[in-house]
């Protein structure tokens, strides 16, 4: 096995890795290696799977513009095939939501399901070797020296390498930036809440599945679950970060509704590492929640008071929290400036859906999407280096599985272009 010779090695299984799998292995005779650290494939397409396939949702509107976006976004489309869901009433909301200086994205959005997305990785990776394209699971890539990679089992050859570790693969990349000499900036972070109420007091997941509001100060609605809904919490270094998912349509529903609020911060003067700002907020939430997350009733919240236990399990509302953590108070721990954001912004919601403020919603905090440090590309088509493509939400050029499988092709079409005569 040592020693192997491919034309392309690609790094990660996720949507970054298959899309560039997809285009080069139609558009090319080129021999290609996709190698995974795990077990199976894909990535974060194993979880919720809500396919956004409306520009500016899940692209970084500095390095991606509205007609390259889109026009990639239809060859995703092509792959994954998504059964598109139906809008109501979008105008009302629409309008409602202008009158306060919001504005409700209209996005062309499609659902796998946690519970579905085995099946459709299963599919796609079943069509990519069909295409050639050969797979190494439990493989881990450690060092890249010239055209070799050394990984955990071997070493290998290639001409280009694209390089996909996602979000977790954070350390891996930026270890891999300081030994290449590859310049980077650090990048955004977002922060905020995530809400869980019944869904009689977010209707209009009935009529859109994810509504994306955005609000002034950047600040915005994420990640919208519901039917057979649940909050989540992902350890991450020194603290956890809730987050939320929903399983398909088979599910039977549990009639709540879980979305996140986020603000986007970015320091800039002077400048300052987002990602440690933002890994000492999720630490200082730890602190106050006594190693967990913090959960907090919306009428508590009001009243300036601290949720306790009680309010959870011996009151009258009528649901419980889906994600048991520290019931406390969330304004000890969130800045104000990104506190009073989300508030305002929470009002406005509540006036354009009403019913989301209701006493019982519960706020969990911290909700905490953090991005690795961006390379600094040295082409259009996400090179660091001559051959070396880092591409992904990891290299910051996605925010979701439609952008980054675009920005896969992105990178595929850069080594086809190079290929060419
Ligand atoms: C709980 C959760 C729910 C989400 N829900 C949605 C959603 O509904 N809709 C949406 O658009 N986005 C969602 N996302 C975000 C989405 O998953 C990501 O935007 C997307 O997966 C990014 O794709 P990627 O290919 O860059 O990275 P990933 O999907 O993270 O894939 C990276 C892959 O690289 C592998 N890897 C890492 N390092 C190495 C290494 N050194 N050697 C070998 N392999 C390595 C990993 O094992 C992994 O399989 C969700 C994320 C989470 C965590």
Known sequence: MNNEKYNIIIIGSGPAGLGAAFHLARNSKLKILIIDKRIISSGGLRNDCKQNYTFPVGFPEDIWNEEEASALLKEVERELKPDFMEFNNIKVYRRRAEKLGAKLLKIRQAHVGTDNAAELIHTLTGELKE???????KE???????????????????????????????????????????????????????????EENYPIVRDYYDPKFIFPNKTRTFCTNSGAAYVVKEKYDGYYSVNGHSFSKKRKSNGLVNFAVLRTIRLTDPIRSGQEYASILGKSA???????????????????????????????????????????????????????????????????????????????????????????????????????????????????????????????????KNCSP
């Open 131 to 137: 295409l050639g394209v050969v797979f190494s699971f």
């Open 140 to 198: 881990e890539a450690l060092h890249l020296e010239g055209h070799t990679l050394i990984t955990d089992k071997r070493t290998l050859q290639f001409d280009s390498i694209i390089t996909a570790p996602g979000r977790a693969g954070f350390s891996f990349l930026q270890k891999w930036m300081d030994e290449l000499g590859i310049e980077y900036i650090d990048n955004i972070v977002d922060i905020g809440i995530r809400l869980e109420t019944k």
């Open 286 to 416: 730890m602190q106050v929640g006594g190693g967990n997350p913090i959960m907090q009733r919306t009428g508590d919240f009001r009243m300036d008071r601290r949720s306790k236990f009680s309010d959870f399990n011996e009151d009258l509302y009528n649901f419980k929290p889906t994600l048991n953590v520290t019931p406390g108070d969330i304004a000890l721990t969130c800045p104000a400036k990104i506190l009073r954001e989300i508030w305002k912004s929470l009002k406005k919601l509540d006036t354009i859906v009403p019913g989301i403020l209701h006493p019982s919603t519960i706020i969990y905090y911290p909700e905490i999407k953090m991005y690795a440090n961006r390379p600094v590309f040295i082409d259009n088509h996400f090179a660091v280096k001559e051959n070396i493509y880092f591409i992904g939400d990891g290299a910051g050029t996605s925010r979701g599985i439609t952008a980054s499988w675009a920005s896969g092709i992105r990178a595929a079409e850069g080594i086809l």
